[in-house]
């Protein structure tokens, strides 16, 4: 059974977000001026064929670690649905 996966990717919250910045700074400017922050991350979707749950965590932590984040700079986390 397979599932997707979820991911998000996150800059960690010592790490300055300079892209982050420059969105709060045209918002600001745009006029939205209750905006006190914003952050850019990334978003992936995953399609795993494994049959046990567990298993596609697993797979899932580590295609996180070992690709899709920079385990030094960013954080990530993930959801998995069952796919029927």
Do not use: W
Not at 10 to 24: C, H, M, N, P
Not at 43 to 66: F, G, H, L, P, T
């Amino acid at each position: 059974m397979p599932f997707n996966a979820k991911i998000k990717v996150t800059l960690r919250q010592s790490i300055l977000d300079v892209q982050g910045k420059a969105v709060e700074h045209a918002l600001k400017n745009l006029g939205y001026t209750t905006v006190d922050s914003a952050r850019i991350g990334k978003y992936i979707e995953v399609s795993i064929n494994e049959a046990d749950r567990q298993e596609a965590e697993r797979i899932c932590n580590e295609i996180c670690q070992k690709l899709l984040s920079n385990p030094v700079m960013e954080n990530y986390a993930f959801e998995l649905e069952q796919v029927n």
